[in-house]
């Protein structure tokens, strides 16, 4: 774990005209609940996504699956990425959360999803408490070059 990483707000890695991209250090539905809300409350309507990792051990447990159903409220979707580690079945959890939701196993495949222009102005939280596969110079490297590609 990156000591620069543990943080109370997330840090923003990424911002264009259409979207900004955050660092969240997720380790609780708790610590996923306080971030969003204090999220919307800055950013109002436009659109936030969760893009969580349950990494922790008692998360990849499932011990927190009710928890995690319902902290995304704030969020107008939530992407759960199930890792190697998790022992559980993410697509229920997905199904059950409160917000739409989608399950990615592939890292690549969920950075292309999230690269998808919108229409509305867009917030992408990334929660987890690791590496998360590289996904945080991925998601600003692939940004950056649709960037660069529409001007």
Avoid at 5 to 31: G, N
Avoid at 59 to 84: K, N, P, Q, V, Y
Avoid at 96 to 119: G, K, M, N, Q, Y
Wanted: proline share 4%.
């Amino acid at each position: 774990m990156q000591p620069s990483r543990l943080r109370a707000t997330p840090a923003l890695l990424y911002e264009d005209d259409s979207v900004r991209v955050y660092d969240d250090f997720a380790h609780h539905p708790t610590a996923i609940r306080t971030t969003l809300q204090g999220l919307r409350n800055a950013v109002g309507n436009e659109e936030v996504i969760a893009v969580i990792e349950p990494r922790t051990h008692t998360m990849s447990l499932g011990t927190l699956r009710d928890e995690l159903a319902t902290c995304t409220a704030a969020a107008d979707s939530a992407i759960w990425f199930r890792g190697e580690n998790i022992r559980w079945d993410v697509a229920e959890l997905a199904a059950d959360c409160v917000v739409p939701s989608r399950v990615f196993d592939d890292i690549d495949r969920l950075i292309a999803h999230l690269s998808t222009p919108s229409e509305r102005r867009r917030h992408i939280v990334i929660m987890s408490n690791g590496a998360f596969g590289g996904i945080y110079g991925k998601i600003v490297s692939s940004l950056q070059a649709q960037n660069s590609n529409s001007d």
